[in-house]
């Protein structure tokens, strides 16, 4: 039997995802604008670049950092609207109101502050001192996604530019020309301000081979990437760190106590963003038998609307077909409105209708494949243990998101316990996770296959020791 070489191994999964999403080893249809900062046409050329601005980049220290940061998220949201609708015209996926929200969303990212508050810890006693601080890695590859283009590589870029990084980024081919776009505004207004050129490096046009030669590049320490199974483990396969933002298929369990016109809401506002392209977002919910009608109900006043059986099988084909093994989604429907889901189940939806559902049985794969897509299927349980078995089942081990609808505390402590997902929304939409209706801070890297969580600044950094022995005591 012939082994493959680590690059041919990378190049087949990278190519099989391209692959799945309708996309080429060849550039986009438009060409990069010229004199566009920061785009390089060779891997090499781009590592030498960033490792320049990198340095550059440390010399100028920790306030420098954060008014870098400042500027990105500034230009973010003075540029969202712009941008929102130059991404959903070159993707073809998501909505442009909630394109826009997430570009304004980066405002709260943490920058430098997170590092500062963090970042350091000092140890002193008979034996002198020692200071454990968060250092820069360098040169980091990065590999963005289709569904969020210029928001993941802007969320990378603040918290890899706080922690003292630059990087070299493979953008979706997809979504290529709207991470251009971006990158030139920030290389230049950066080069401007502060004569730091260019930290954020760009790989003009994207390809297999370019994936993988940031893969193995001997000048990239570290990895982050964000996508499917198949790019998360050809970068978990590198002998170098990776940080990898996988897939998720979150399940939502509705109890016999859970208040299910908040439920409802919660579930829209969740599953229908950006027509449900989050890994975060809702993909299928369990509800006790006790309250299923109920729910369908409040789903309803809510302004969900409800398939039929046959709608739903219609919808099913169109969206899914069986290769192999498994379902496979169908990229047609993948970020589409619900209005042209509805169409192809056969019917007609209200203007500014956000979500579809309806009732399936376990083994429809709209319930066990992520589908990204405004339709939600809602499976009837006995009761809440095989609401949690299921969601067991079909979380797939991806330690990513699940969400309750409950005010038994008891089942909301198990169902944490025993999904030991990373977001746990409980009450909310899956969005309150990252600040979106609820405490805590933004990020479009969730790093759940190798353990990091929800990214900020210091995931980015090394841990580097210094002590002085016998020295520096003053007691």
């Not at 209708?353 to 709209?366: K, M, R, Y």
């Not at 990513?400 to 025993?418: C, K, P």
Request: hydrophobic share 45%.
């Amino acid at each position: 039997m012939t082994t493959m070489t680590d690059s041919q191994l990378i190049s087949s999964v990278v190519s099989q995802v391209l692959s799945q999403l309708n996309t080429s080893d060849s550039p986009t249809s438009a060409p990069t604008p010229k004199a566009a900062s920061g785009c390089f046409s060779t891997v090499d050329q781009a590592v030498v670049a960033a490792a320049r601005a990198q340095q550059q980049l440390v010399a100028a220290g920790l306030n420098i950092r954060a008014q870098i940061c400042d500027l990105i998220k500034q230009l973010a949201q003075d540029n969202a609207q712009a941008w929102g609708e130059f991404e959903l015209n070159e993707t073809k996926v998501g909505r442009l109101d909630h394109k826009i929200v997430k570009l304004q969303l980066l405002q709260n990212v943490p920058g430098v502050e997170y590092l500062r508050a963090h970042g350091t810890v000092a140890h002193s006693g008979d034996d002198g001192v020692a200071f454990d601080e968060s250092a820069p890695w360098g040169v980091i590859g990065v590999i963005t996604p289709v569904t969020h283009s210029i928001p993941t590589l802007t969320a990378n870029a603040i918290s890899m530019i706080a922690s003292g990084n630059s990087m070299v980024v493979n953008a979706h081919p997809s979504g290529f020309k709207s991470a251009a776009l971006a990158v030139d505004v920030y290389n230049k207004a950066i080069k401007q301000q502060f004569n730091i050129d260019p930290i954020i490096c760009l790989i003009d046009p994207p390809s297999l081979r370019s994936a993988a030669e940031i893969f193995e590049h001997p000048d990239i320490p570290l990895l982050a990437v964000t996508g499917g199974p198949a790019v998360a483990r050809a970068a978990m396969k590198q002998p170098k760190r990776a940080i990898v933002a996988g897939p998720g298929n979150p399940p939502v369990v509705v109890d016999e106590t859970a208040d299910l016109d908040n439920a409802a809401r919660s579930i829209i506002a969740g599953g229908a963003f950006d027509n449900n392209l989050l890994c975060i977002g809702e993909k299928e919910v369990f509800v006790v038998e006790s309250v299923f009608d109920d729910m369908i109900n409040a789903m309803k006043r809510a302004g969900a609307v409800a398939l039929t059986p046959d709608q739903i099988a219609r919808l099913t084909a169109t969206a899914f077909a069986w290769s192999k093994d498994h379902y496979a989604v169908q990229k047609e429907l993948v970020g589409q409105d619900a209005s042209v889901l509805a169409q192809a189940a056969g019917v007609s939806v209200p203007p500014g209708t956000e979500l579809l559902f309806g009732q399936t049985d376990e083994d429809n794969p709209f319930v066990c494949e992520e589908q990204m897509m405004p339709f939600v299927p809602f499976v009837k349980v006995r009761d809440f243990e095989e609401a949690l078995a299921l969601s067991v089942k079909h979380e797939h081990g991806f330690g990513h998101t699940a969400i309750i609808h409950s005010n038994n505390l008891a089942h909301i402590t198990r169902f944490g316990q025993v999904m030991n997902t990373t977001l746990l929304p409980v009450n909310g939409p899956s969005t309150a996770a990252l600040g979106g209706g609820g405490e805590g801070y933004a990020s479009y890297s969730i790093a759940t296959p190798t353990g990091e969580g929800v990214t900020n600044p210091q995931t980015f950094t090394r841990f580097r020791r210094g002590t002085i022995a016998s020295s520096l005591r003053f007691v």
